[in-house]
């Protein structure tokens, strides 16, 4: 009895709608606010300054940013609509965006940088309702190698933070509060109990900086200064309507940040759906463009405040490794506590009073974390010589670029910097790479058709007619129309099963590929996913439910692979066969 039940909260915790004690839910929530709140501070304060901005506007820069990184982030954890995702979406300022930033509020103050990210938000929008069409090049492999090049964007700057003491401080200091906060975190990780390891982060935080006040680095003084309640006073910076030279100089670096930062919420939300089942599941396209919709939203705000970018961050993965827990209930916590933090200065000041060291010795483990989803995402995408290559080639290209290895003397001064930063300069070449592997491939056979039973006839000349001019024998000509046959009537199945009678037309493409064929089939959507219901076959005992199963038995039968991406308004699945007797991959 006690397993099936520890067994049953263990599934309630790993599961995105489950319910879990209001106590776990806030410290979790806190726990992660200690991850993204520095960066949030620090990041507009070090931007606006360095504009030669005034004391009040930076102010009110840093209280906008939390405010709205705390709304933003209750929204894609509640999921209205089509906005958010109804996962742990912690958001946090774009370290991406701090030189274009600079240079508007340089070029034309607070209205020329609003008008910019009310642009970028607009962007988003754009990104979010066609994701589809980008879905050849923002690939696994290349959302993957994002998200692992995301530490080494980031830990230069929180090694950093290791030294970061007063002057005056004992030499032994510093490492003794990192190694403490390290120990504790990874001994209670590796060797305490699953309750236990739910509040590993917060009690290493706690450890390291009691290690700290030993040496007087915890900042009390600092909490001393702040008042308890205060939102500071600020005019609406407005936006710069004519449209100069100014505009036009930074609307490409814009235009860019508005795909880095896409980039970066698609790979946060694929390698959150990849943590918080479970089981394994098929990626949600759907969710995904919710999560760059609401980033979106959170841009229109920041466009009217008059600061900087935002963006999704990885921590919320990186603690559900951790903790084991994925309610999306801690996201909805999360968000309130920063709305909280943005009007209590001395409660904000708690958490930014964590020595650096501290700070930096818990960010490595999530770091760590982080990495290694990333590379999770990318074998689970499919892993072959291109994938290897692309992924390789365009992470050692981040790692150079980051570390200035290079041409440093080139990339300084090209697009203000921009390609120092490795997560951009390895998202670019990952991107460059996968799209020239797209634009050389041979040109695939295409058919469009109602979606409709009526239309086999058509589907099976067509897959006939392309066999035909492959060179494909009559066996392989048979178990590809039987694999077109049996997708189409899964598709056919899904449809009559949903809520919507509106008939759409069906694309398939077909073409050949390493030896065998791919056909995609682009369809009206359906509420389950081919992979899972095809990965989950055999589990379901309802009698009622054998005949909705034959079809994907004889598919998963018939194809090497099928990959199913939902996306709003529509399906693609894409269907691998192989020929008889030749082992996937290889040419008979």
């Known amino acids: 009895m006690t397993t099936d039940g520890s067994d049953q909260r263990s599934g309630e915790r790993l599961h995105p709608h489950g319910k879990i004690p209001a106590p776990l839910t806030l410290g979790l929530a806190i726990q992660l606010v200690g991850l993204v709140l520095p960066g949030i501070v620090l990041i507009p304060t070090i931007v606006f300054r360095a504009a030669g901005q005034s004391e009040a506007v930076v102010l009110w820069a840093v209280f906008a940013s939390v405010m709205i990184c705390g709304l933003v982030s209750m929204l894609q954890a509640l999921r209205v609509g089509r906005l958010g995702t109804g996962y742990i979406h912690p958001m946090g300022t774009a370290g991406a965006a701090i030189a274009v930033s600079i240079a508007a509020l340089k070029a034309g103050g607070p209205p020329l940088l609003a008008t910019l990210v009310f642009i970028l938000a607009l962007c988003q929008f754009a990104f979010s309702a066609r994701l589809s069409l980008f879905r050849r090049i923002l690939t696994p492999t290349v959302t993957g190698t994002v998200i692992m090049l995301t530490p080494v964007t980031v830990m230069p700057h929180i090694f950093e933070q290791l030294t970061n003491v007063p002057e005056g401080t004992p030499a032994l200091a510093a490492p003794l509060c990192a190694a403490t906060t390290l120990l504790v975190v990874t001994c209670i990780v590796l060797k305490g109990g699953a309750k236990l390891r739910l509040w590993a982060p917060v009690i290493g935080i706690v450890a390291g900086s009691a290690a700290s006040g030993a040496f007087g680095l915890y900042d009390v003084d600092r909490i001393a200064r702040a008042s308890w309640i205060g939102v500071p006073g600020a005019e609406w910076p407005g936006f710069v309507l004519d449209f100069g030279p100014a505009f036009w100089a930074l609307f490409p670096a814009f235009l860019f940040i508005a795909l880095i930062c896409t980039i970066q919420t ?35 705000l920041i466009g009217l405040a008059g600061t900087m970018p935002i963006v999704l961050r990885p921590n919320g993965a990186a603690m559900i490794e951790i903790t084991g827990v994925s309610s999306r209930y801690v996201g909805i916590a999360l968000g309130g506590v920063l709305v909280a933090l943005a009007c209590l200065p001395k409660a904000l000041a708690v958490v930014l009073a964590i020595p650096g060291p501290v700070v930096a010795a818990f960010i490595t483990i999530t770091m760590a974390g982080i990495f290694i989803i990333g590379t999770k995402v990318i074998l689970q995408g499919g892993l072959d010589y291109r994938g290897t290559l692309i992924a390789g080639v365009s992470f050692w290209v981040g790692v150079g670029f980051q570390n ?185």
């Not at 698609?266 to 609401?294: C, K, L, M, Y």
């Open 404 to 588: 200035g290895a290079i041409f440093p003397e080139h990339v300084s001064g090209f697009a203000g910097g921009l390609l120092q930063n490795g997560m951009m300069a390895g998202g670019i070449t990952a991107i460059a790479m996968t799209a020239l592997m797209e634009l050389t491939k041979p040109r695939p056979s295409r058919l469009e058709v109602e979606c409709d039973l009526s239309a086999l006839s058509e589907i099976r000349a067509f897959i006939g007619a392309f066999a035909s001019r492959s060179g494909w024998d009559e066996a392989m000509a048979a178990r590809l129309d039987a694999a077109g046959e049996e997708t189409l009537l899964t598709l056919l199945d899904q449809e009559e099963a949903g809520e919507e009678s509106e008939r759409r037309r069906l694309l398939l493409v077909a073409r050949s590929e390493d030896g065998g064929a791919v056909i995609e089939f682009v369809a009206s959507k359906g509420e389950e996913n081919l992979q899972d219901r095809i990965a989950l076959l055999g589990e379901a005992s309802a009698g009622d439910m054998i005949e909705r199963e034959v079809s994907l038995r004889l598919l998963r039968h018939l194809a090497s692979s099928v990959r199913h991406q939902q996306y709003h308004g529509t399906d693609i699945v894409t269907v691998r066969v192989e020929p008889p007797g030749a082992r996937p991959g290889q040419r008979p």
């Open 266 to 300: 698609i790979s946060g939300s694929v390698a959150n759906q990849h943590v918080s089942w479970a089981e394994p599941r098929a990626v949600d396209f759907r969710t995904v463009q919710g999560a760059v919709a609401a980033d979106g939203v959170g841009h229109l």
